[in-house]
């Protein structure tokens, strides 16, 4: 059994996925001020496939013909998009928002473990549950420890977010083994048209969003988070999979709430304070204890004995 080390690509393109999803943050705050939850979410996945099928054509492939790929794309939709969309969105009416970023916090630590009973080649070792766990630390600090201030208040809220981070680790993990061979490009549109043919009617059905006239700025944000946080992020996300792994891959988790809060800072001008700071230094530190090559470099290049 072997565990999978990310290169410089890699940890640059998980890099990059973290800022894009920590732009969704913002998209989010933007479109719900006039548009219902499940409308904006089905807007994102909606929208999303209206670039990425053309563009798997355009590219000279096609969309799958078999149905067990079908299913498979299904159920990585129910599980990455459905599942925890649905849960967060519900678990927000009972957690707030800093305690949500820390219990989604919690995915990759669940990927640790499931995939270390799941898979036989990303096995826990000390070094990865040490770094989960320093990473998780981080993320308390960066968010404030007042946040856990509520943790077993409302305990259905919270298990319900602690739903949607179980269902993004499975999701990965799943779709580690069930899309091996398929390319980026038809995973991600794969998947995004199966959430959209689930997620489009139920948002016709109970929100009704031909009723609202939503402002250029609402229909940007829709628009900004179709388009760069679920069409050029999944792209992304499933070229990690395939590359990288899932336990490797769910680090993002970590990282969303770190880009987030630079964006607020950027663009909204949210206060950037030093536990902000510390915090991010120690998922910074956690990640380099994943990946291991700086403790060894250090290790190697240590004072001569004497």
Known sequence: MNNLQMNLREWVLLLALA?????????????????????????????AILVLVPAVYLTGQRLPGQKRTWLILFGMAALNN??????????QQYVDSGLTAIL??????FGVVFAHFLSSEETMTPARFAGVVVGLAGLVVLVGPAALAGLGDQVFG??????AAVAYALAAIAGRRWLKGIKPIIASAGQLLCASLMLVPAAALVDRPWQYSPSV?????????????????????????????????LL?????????????????????????LAGMVLIAIGLAVIDGRVFNRLRKTGPPAR
């Open 158 to 163: 919270q298990a319900l977010i602690l739903g």
């Open 252 to 276: 993002v988790t970590l990282l969303v709430p770190v880009g987030a809060v630079i964006v607020g800072a950027l663009a909204v001008d949210e206060p950037l304070t030093l536990p902000m």
């Open 82 to 91: 459905v599942a925890p969309f649905t849960l967060i969105a519900a678990g």
């Open 217 to 249: 700025p609402v229909w940007g944000a829709v628009l900004g988070s179709a388009l760069l946080c679920s069409a050029v992020a999944y792209l992304i996300y499933f070229r990690l999979l395939a590359s990288a792994g899932a336990t490797n891959l």
């Open 19 to 47: 800022a894009i999803w920590s732009l969704s943050y913002l998209f989010n705050k933007i479109a719900l001020v006039e548009l219902p939850v499940l409308t904006v979410v089905a807007g994102r996945v909606g929208f």
């Open 104 to 109: 989604i916090g919690m995915t990759p630590l």
